[in-house]
């Protein structure tokens, strides 16, 4: 196991099914562990195949002992590259539903931030969540990041973070695991976003019309003050902030401003008083996920306590 030695982030846990989307999530998930001098897991799970009907992590048929030794080889192979590059490198190997065990799996190393590709070895060209990325998002203790098929390569350094928030309990835990993880590293912008989709009849008093017409703002100036105590706490450690309200859907207007200001990375809660739930994530943070032109990292509600407010 990974020795643990410092606070924050020591480990990362990367899952992949060997296919063109997991080798840019690796490379994401290196940056992470280099950042944070922090060690790598990389980790993949074979599904029995006689039940095997999950795309994302399909490998060559045959035997149980081929597959495992195919596994083995294709892990020894990425770690080895990886070591290279200095970082310290684990392998795991898992067997079972890939979903539930790369839970397992990434408790058992003490994982402090998933890695996993949106997508993995499919024909699909639009962007899909996986049942097995879903599984982890759902289901994770801790955060993960997911990596779609035309995210870019990870910057260096990080400039750009968006922070959408509804307000609530759960996006002041999204706070603290972006605070998590980008303390002690070059520390990014971050533009922390609240969409207010004002109904239609409303449209003549959105936000910009308001300030047009020097009228006063008073729905913008309670979303203001909410959203101050946020901001304040990101300001006390030592990130420049940006506070964003847009007009429109949350999942339009949070996508639309991570291409304006060419994002980094969007870092949410999967829940919140805004997303309406659905059986697997709150909707507005699937779709996000789902569109983002930018890796995503989720924080489940509760994976990670969020302290009082200084």
């Known amino acids: 196991m990974v020795d643990r030695t410092s606070a924050g982030i020591e480990v990362v846990l990367l899952a992949t ?30 599904e029995p195949i006689t039940t095997m009907s999950d795309p994302m992590f399909m490998v060559p048929t045959g035997g149980g002992q081929e597959l495992r030794e195919f596994a083995t080889a294709e892990l020894d192979k990425r ?8 970082l310290t490198v684990e392998t795991r190997l898992g067997e079972g539903p890939p979903g539930p065990v790369l839970i397992e799996l990434a408790e058992m190393v003490h994982a ?6 949106t997508r993995g070895l499919t024909g699909f060209e639009h962007l899909l969540f996986g049942s097995t990325a879903e599984h982890v998002v759902r289901r994770s203790r801790c955060p993960v990041l997911t990596v779609h098929p035309k995210d870019g390569e990870p910057r260096e350094p990080v400039e750009t973070v968006i ?4 307000l609530s309990g759960d996006a002041a835990q999204a706070v603290e695991a972006f605070a998590q993880v980008f303390e002690g590293v070059d520390r990014p912008r971050v533009v922390l976003a609240f969409a207010d989709p004002t109904p239609p009849y409303l449209d003549p008093f959105k936000h910009e019309n308001l300030e047009k017409w020097h009228q006063p703002d008073l729905i913008r100036e309670e979303i203001d003050e909410q959203m101050n105590p946020l901001a304040i706490k990101l300001r006390d450690r030592g990130f420049e902030v940006e506070e964003e309200v847009l007009d429109g859907g949350p999942v339009e207007a949070i996508v639309e401003l991570a291409s304006e200001r060419h994002a980094d990375m969007i870092v949410m809660s999967t829940h ?9 994530l ?23 306590p969020a302290p009082d407010a200084d």
């Open 17 to 46: 099914d060997f296919s063109a989307t997991a080798e840019l999530a690796a490379r994401h998930a290196a940056r992470q562990a280099r950042s944070h001098r922090a060690g790598l897991v990389v980790a993949h799970v074979i």
């Open 79 to 86: 770690a080895e590259a990886l070591r290279k590059t200095g």
């Open 112 to 117: 402090d931030v998933i890695v996993i590709g």
């Open 163 to 166: 922070v959408p928030t509804d």
């Open 272 to 280: 919140g008083r805004s997303a309406i739930v659905n059986l697997l």
């Open 282 to 304: 709150g909707r507005t943070a699937q779709r996000i996920v789902q569109h983002a032109p930018c890796p995503v990292l989720t924080v489940r509600p509760s994976s990670r």
